[in-house]
């Protein structure tokens, strides 16, 4: 059901291009709305669910074979791709940051929205480091991902940003794992950046934010 409903997702996506007919989106909704009324618990359907994850781990590692094949092109975009990254990583977290203050919410909430970019793995060892709510953090991500996912090529075209290696950089970058898969779908290239972008982005953001935390809360 899973598969039939991610084949059905992308058909449609390619007929009626919209940020609502996004892959990932699509078919997370249209397999919450059968669990509810098939009566199927999520305990049930994890069985499905762990064969899936399972395989993130070799489609994750494969995202090398492309990266190896382009190399020679981030090797010539070292510099301005290190700079998105940094740029990308640190105003996620700013912004972030900066809204929780606008809308006064608790600091267990505004720490947890400040790894919101970060894939999940990652984001959960961090919570643990700057106290903040390892469940909040993963419902998080996920919602983060899913709408850089669902608006982000979207967001892109409408600033005319269309060289794939940029592309990857910026969804990798903010939009973490799911991002990344809807980057593949664009090309092998914003796939295989988005994948490095992503890994990188964790990385940095784990290393600096337990130190600038503690600055922004009392800025």
Known sequence: MTVAVYLLSIKLSSKFPS????????????????????????????????????????????????????????FQNLIPAFAGL??????????????????????????SLSIKSITIPVAAEVAKIIGADSVLVAAIVMITGM????????????????????????????AHGIGTAEAAREGELQGAVSGVAMGLAAIFTAIIIPFVMPFLFHV
């Not at 699509?26 to 049930?44: A, C, E, N, P």
């Not at 979207?154 to 940003?161: E, G, P, R, T, Y």
Request: charged letters at 10%.
């Open 19 to 74: 940020p609502f007919t996004t892959p990932v989106f699509f078919s997370t909704l249209i397999i919450i709305i059968f669990l509810m009324f098939s009566g199927i618990s999520y305990h049930d359907y994890q069985l499905a669910r762990d064969i899936m994850t399972f395989l993130l781990g070799p489609a994750t590692v494969a995202l090398a074979v492309p990266l190896y094949k382009h190399r020679s092109i981030l």
């Open 86 to 111: 940094f740029a990308g990583s640190i105003t996620t977290v700013l912004a972030a940051v900066l809204l929780a203050k606008i809308l006064k919410l608790a600091n267990w909430i505004s720490l």
């Open 147 to 174: 709408i850089g996912a669902m608006f982000g090529p979207w967001f892109l075209n409408k600033c005319h940003v269309y060289h794939p290696f940029a592309r990857g950089i910026s969804m990798g970058t903010i």
